[in-house]
């Protein structure tokens, strides 16, 4: 069954650093997204991507996040500069209208750990 | 705003017992419903979905839900559960916007299973 892969599955970084988590949608997919769980809380939505832009995004994605599809296969989360609060597991997910939609698949998730 | 509500915290039930998870949502056109299930280290995994016609849902693992539009619930049941089915279980709505479908989630059900 195609999935959704996401790297790193755990990443460990200082306070102020950049980062980059990866996804690799499933590939006839047409819509992808970005949550995060807060330890302990609700899966909250970040963004959403269509077309080589975003969607929708959240009060969460402000300037310090930002999306990017570099290549046709991977969509990636980059964070500037991480802060302590964002210390969280981020989920990937995509779906794709044409197959009877609405439901999304969901990546593993990358746990982000800032010190 | 449209939301969902998940009342149960944490559950506790015996091996073999029944089980029923609540969920509640907000008022709101055609509501797509979800539950997912997030065991411990694994992303979020789709259990079933309602997005209209018969109330009663089927899902994998033995799991399904019923739809009750005039107490705005989509409560979750198990007949039997099995150990392997401790994990923390979500449900969800999706607001659809022609394949930009933001899925806003409840806080949670932990499950524990005891012997």
């Known amino acids: 069954e195609p999935e959704v892969t996401q790297t790193p599955s755990h990443q460990v970084t200082q306070m102020g650093q950049e980062v980059i988590l990866r996804c690799v949608p499933i590939s006839n997919h047409l819509y992808f997204y970005w949550y995060r769980q807060i330890l302990g809380q609700k899966v909250e939505f970040l963004v959403s991507?269509?077309?080589?832009?975003?969607?929708?995004k959240s009060e969460i994605f402000d300037d310090q996040f930002s999306v990017e599809r570099p290549d046709g296969s991977n969509f990636t989360l980059k964070i500037r500069s991480t802060k302590l609060e964002d210390s969280a597991m981020y989920f990937c997910?995509?779906?794709?209208?044409?197959?009877?939609?609405?439901?999304?698949?969901f990546g593993a998730g990358s746990r982000l750990t800032v010190l | 705003a449209q939301s969902v509500t998940q009342p149960d915290i944490h559950i506790t039930v015996s091996e073999g017992a029944s089980l029923e998870l609540r969920c509640n949502y907000s008022y709101g056109a055609t509501p797509y419903l979800f539950w997912y299930v997030q065991s411990p280290g694994q992303g979020l995994q789709l259990l079933l979905k309602y997005f209209s016609g018969d109330t009663l849902v089927q899902g994998i693992k033995g799991f399904e839900a019923e739809f009750k539009r005039s107490q705005s619930s989509f409560n979750l049941r198990k007949p039997s559960v099995h150990w392997s089915d401790a994990a923390e279980y979500f449900c969800a709505r999706i607001i659809s916007n022609f394949g930009n479908e933001k899925l806003t989630f409840g806080t949670g059900t932990r499950l524990t299973i005891i012997p």
């Open positions: 997910a995509s779906t794709s209208v044409l197959d009877g939609a609405n439901v999304l698949t």
């Open positions: 991507f269509y077309n080589n832009e975003i969607s929708e």
